[in-house]
């Protein structure tokens, strides 16, 4: 008998999860990587690095707000690059089949945390610490929850289905 009210339960929570919406289980939206303070003349300025922390020579560079490229240039020697006439907003830095995304602000409108620069390490050696367990529980709570809930509830129902009374013989 209790053990059709925990499959009872289990099938209800399971028609809850179907009946959330997509936008609710999707991963969160790519974060900003912070804050830069654009330079006078809205010079935004940043540096490539590998995972060693050496520069990355000549790496095209390009600024997209909105889909659209804005600027392009190459990095130099060290891997530094400077790219001209921003206004503030959001930019996508694409280069070497990667793309970082910063909010950049002009003068003294930046929030004190905003950074002079942007540092941008690539690789495939690079571990941003967005993975694993701890990764999938912060992207998927609900999920999650529902886990937890059946890894608790289950062991507890058929262990509360032994104590029937014995069938007699």
Partial sequence: MKIMTIQKVAAAA????????????????AATQGD???????????QYVDAQGN?????????VAGGKSV?????DKQGRFAVKGLQSGQYDVVAMNS???????EGKVAPPSARNGALIVTGDAVVTGQ??????????????????????????????????????P
Wanted: hydrophobic share 55%.
């Fill in 131 to 168: 993975g694993g367990v701890l990764g999938f529980i912060q992207t998927y709570p609900l999920l999650t929850a529902t886990a937890v809930t059946a890894a608790i509830a289950i062991p507890v129902g058929i262990a509360a289905a032994d104590d029937d009374a014995p069938a007699s």
């Fill in 71 to 75: 600027a392009v240039t190459k990095t």
């Fill in 36 to 46: 830069i303070a654009l330079r006078n003349g809205g010079v935004f300025v940043g």
């Fill in 14 to 29: 399971a028609m809850f999860g179907m009946m959330l919406p997509q936008a609710t289980l999707a991963a969160a939206p």
């Fill in 99 to 105: 793309k970082t995304t910063f909010r950049c602000w």
């Fill in 55 to 63: 520069g990355v020579s000549g790496a095209e560079v390009a600024m």
